[in-house]
């Protein structure tokens, strides 16, 4: 975390003095004749995986979706604001993110498949290609759905694109599926596995091929309001390729008890403590008598019970005293993050099966959604136990209401992105908002606003995104 702030502050300082340096100079500056500008994909693959995980997935935009999903309430400093919808404008709220994504993350995975593929230094590393075009696609997915329109076709190619243009989401959404495409060809080539190299499936293409097929799944849902009844079809047709079990799940569970190789979240606490578990989490699990919620939620030192912290509220809470964390079996040092699980798959199953009006179908996959959410989430619980709670679940009726309020608990903690995005499309689940609505997209970086400005779409922050209302602002 600590190493990230650094990176930041220096790229913002070479942002400001770019008026008065040339970019060539700028470029001789940032070279370190000790170290080596052309890196292997052997060692390329692993820190990629760790990005996407720990700071793409996660950190800024993710601690600000829990907020405003009601994951969690912010209860100290910046995010005690958004929760107050103040500062929400701030060009400089989640730069972190975008720089990741732009500065590292998406020229990393270009590098990876130039290398590997025909004709590259190391042609024929396909798993490495394959895995690369997955995560790149996962990587574009999180930028266009927090900010629309996003950089795609000129994204990642350094100083060779300085200003790069903001795509339509609509055409960045058709590229994500011909990556995921791709990378499915890719991984089905004879290759030699990178084994360790990779920190989430160990080099087995199959698992990447499973999870490449649930993404696809995943992002053609995304598309319910544009096209109901196709996207719901074509969500069916990836999922019978993707996972087959939990087993499958795409898991990012290389963390450690040092410092610097920590759950991002469980630094977040450790460092800040700007969030607390909220109250409308923990009346959801309440009001159905859910037995997940002691396991998940830790009583608050003041009342000795579990106690939810109000969203927008007034009450200042960094010393963790008045209202409840997380559990400590739920988060420590290092608890994998989830990026796409089995029960994601099953809840898209059921959501889509409900639109073509197949009743029988999607309660099958309802029940087995909340029933392998609950094993995930909770495995001190028996299986008899998720059973009930998938039983109780589906007794309140195969509604798309009821499907996304129980896939929003499922997220809960580490996915809260993605509960954002089911609730900018669905407007479920019905949350109440104190204060206000969320805003419907995160607002664009001043790094952008200052070095490509012509190219900086001109939206405000009630803008929907394309997925959500079909236009292109």
Same mark, same amino acid.
């Given at each position: 975390m600590k190493t990230y702030k650094f990176?930041?502050?220096?790229?913002?300082?070479?942002?400001? @003095? /770019?008026? =008065?340096?040339s970019e060539d100079k700028l470029d001789e500056i940032d070279t370190n004749p000790n170290s080596p500008t052309d890196v292997p994909i052997n060692l390329l693959l692993p820190q990629v995986e760790?990005?996407?995980?720990?700071?793409?997935?996660?950190?800024?935009?993710?601690?600000? /979706? /829990?907020?405003?999903?009601? &994951?969690?309430?912010?209860? &100290?400093?910046?995010?005690?604001?958004? $929760?107050?919808?103040?500062?929400?404008?701030?060009?400089?709220?989640?730069?972190?993110?975008?720089?990741?994504?732009?500065?590292?993350?998406?020229?990393d995975l270009n590098l990876i498949i130039q290398k590997g593929s025909e004709g590259g230094e190391e042609e024929g590393k396909w798993i490495e290609v394959g895995i690369a075009k997955i995560l790149k696609a996962y990587t574009l997915a999180i930028a266009t759905d =927090?900010?629309?329109?996003?950089?795609?076709?000129?994204?990642?190619?350094?100083?060779? @694109?300085?200003?790069? @243009?903001?795509?339509?989401?609509?055409?960045?959404?058709?590229?994500i599926q011909t990556l995921l495409d791709e990378a499915i060809a890719d991984l089905a080539k004879e290759a030699t596995s990178p084994g360790g190299r990779d920190l989430i499936y160990g080099g087995d293409a199959e698992s990447w091929i499973k999870a490449a097929w649930s993404l696809k799944a995943r992002y053609y849902n995304r598309l319910s309001n544009i $096209?109901?009844?196709?996207?719901?079809?074509?969500?069916?047709?990836?999922?019978?390729?993707?996972?087959?079990? =939990?087993?499958?799940?795409?898991?990012?569970?290389?963390?450690?008890?040092?410092?610097?190789g920590q759950n991002p979240w469980f630094q977040e606490a450790a460092d800040r403590a700007h969030l607390a578990v909220s109250q409308q989490f923990v009346q959801t699990l309440e009001a159905s008598n859910d037995p997940r919620l002691p396991?998940?939620?830790?009583?608050?030192?003041?009342?000795?019970?579990?106690?939810?912290?109000?969203?927008?509220t007034q009450t200042n809470d960094q010393a963790s005293v008045q209202f409840s964390d997380p559990t400590e079996a739920v988060l420590n040092e290092t608890s994998p993050l989830p990026l796409m699980t089995y029960d994601e798959l099953k809840f898209i199953e059921a959501e889509a099966n409900l639109r073509l009006g197949n009743t029988v179908a999607a309660t099958t996959a309802f029940t087995e959604a909340v029933t392998n959410a609950v094993q995930r989430q909770t495995p001190e619980l028996s299986g008899t136990q998720a059973t009930a709670v998938a039983a109780t679940a589906v007794a309140g009726g195969v509604t798309l209401q009821n499907i996304i309020r129980q896939k929003w608990i499922s997220f809960w903690l580490f996915q809260p992105i993605e509960a954002f995005a089911d609730y900018r499309r669905t407007g479920f689940p019905a949350l109440t908002h104190p204060i206000s609505a969320p805003p419907a997209r995160f607002p664009y970086p001043q790094s952008e606003l200052d070095a490509n400005a012509e190219n900086v779409p001109n939206v405000q922050l009630t803008d929907g995104v394309w997925w959500d209302d079909g236009t292109e602002d």
């Open positions: 990176l930041y502050i220096i790229l913002a300082g070479l942002l400001l @003095v /770019s008026n =008065s340096c760790v990005d996407v995980a720990f700071a793409v997935a996660n950190t800024d935009v993710a601690w600000y /979706s /829990s907020v405003f999903v009601q &994951h969690t309430t912010g209860v &100290h400093a910046q995010l005690q604001s958004a $929760d107050r919808r103040a500062g929400l404008n701030d060009a400089t709220l989640v730069n972190n993110t975008w720089t990741t994504i732009y500065a590292t993350t998406l020229p =927090s900010w629309g329109r996003v950089p795609f076709t000129e994204a990642g190619q350094g100083s060779e @694109v300085r200003k790069p @243009v903001f795509d339509p989401q609509e055409q960045i959404y058709a590229g $096209d109901p009844t196709g996207s719901a079809q074509n969500a069916l047709n990836a999922a019978a390729n993707g996972f087959t079990s =939990s087993a499958d799940n795409m898991i990012f569970d290389a963390f450690t008890t040092d410092a610097t396991l998940l939620v830790a009583p608050a030192p003041a009342t000795g019970t579990i106690t939810g912290a109000p969203n927008g």
